[in-house]
Structure formats: C-alpha cells, structure tokens
C-alpha cells in the first residue's frame, strides 16, 4: 500500500468510529487528513503538488458545503472531504464524491427501511443510557470514508 492510502485508511477509520461513537467527527480528524494529504502531494510533485493539494482542498469543501448550509449535513462531514479533497487532488476527489454519494444513498435507504421495521414491530427509540436516540441523524463518515477507498482502488 502507499503512503497515500495509509493515510486514507488511518484517518477513514478515525473519522468513521468517531462519527458513529459521538455522531460528530473531532477537528484533528480533517485536520490530520489535510496535513497528510499536502504532505504527501508535496512529497510527490513539489510545489505543483501543493497546489493540487490547495485545489483538492477547495473542492472538497465545496462539494458538501451547500447540503451543509442546507442542513443536510454537518461541519464535520464538510471538512473531512475538504482534507480528503488535499489527499486525493481534484480528479479523484470528484470520483470519491460519486461513490460517497452512492454509498450513502444505500445507507439512507438501509436506516429508512431500520425504522419502518422498528415502528411496525418494536419500540419507537432506542433507550442509550440516559438518552433516548431517535435516528434522526445518520453518521456520513462511513459513507464518506468508503467513498475514498473506493476511489483509491487502482484501476485495470
């Protein structure tokens, strides 16, 4: 595996297991993916890959920013793209973007289909300690970090 997909699966399963324990992704979690991925761009193309990185970076955080102002989607998932976006450049982004895309269709429509069955045949909640989770919310990290991998599977 290369330097970049380490960085991808390191920080994937960092943002994923923090979204799912908390259903909120820490800042150092983009944060190390947007240091890895300018060092690693750096590392391969200098100060050209600096700016694919800055690029990436930018169309990371566009590409989720208007679900985010929409209410869809939260900080989190925006800047965990945008240090994807550093990692993976433009091109591949755009391609992690449509299998994130993908991936979390099919997980909205699995968490549908969860609270139909749990409202036809069981209880309305889910009882966490102290509070009662009501699945309004669905982690996106997963569907985000999939995305990722998926783009960096080689092709051909």
Do not use: C
């Not at 208007?66 to 982004?93: E, P, Q």
Request: net charge positive; charged share 10%; no cysteine.
């Amino acid at each position: 595996m290369t330097t970049q997909v380490w960085i991808a699966v390191l920080v994937g399963l960092a943002a994923t297991v923090d979204d799912l324990a908390r259903r909120r992704i820490a800042n150092w979690i983009p944060a190390a993916a947007l240091a890895g991925g300018f060092g690693w761009q750096i590392g391969q193309d200098g100060w050209v890959g600096a700016l694919h990185a800055l690029a990436g970076t930018a169309a990371g955080f566009a590409v989720f920013l208007a679900f985010y102002l929409l209410g869809g989607m939260g900080g989190g998932d925006v800047k965990l793209m945008a240090g994807f976006g550093a990692l993976l450049g433009t091109g591949r982004l755009i391609e992690a973007a449509l299998w994130t895309a993908g991936i979390g269709g099919l997980l909205a429509l699995g968490v549908v289909a969860f609270q139909w069955v749990r409202g036809r045949f069981g209880s309305r909640g889910i009882e966490t300690g102290a509070k009662k989770v009501q699945g309004d919310s669905i982690p996106y990290a997963p569907a985000i970090t999939l995305g990722v991998w998926l783009s960096l599977v080689p092709k051909g």
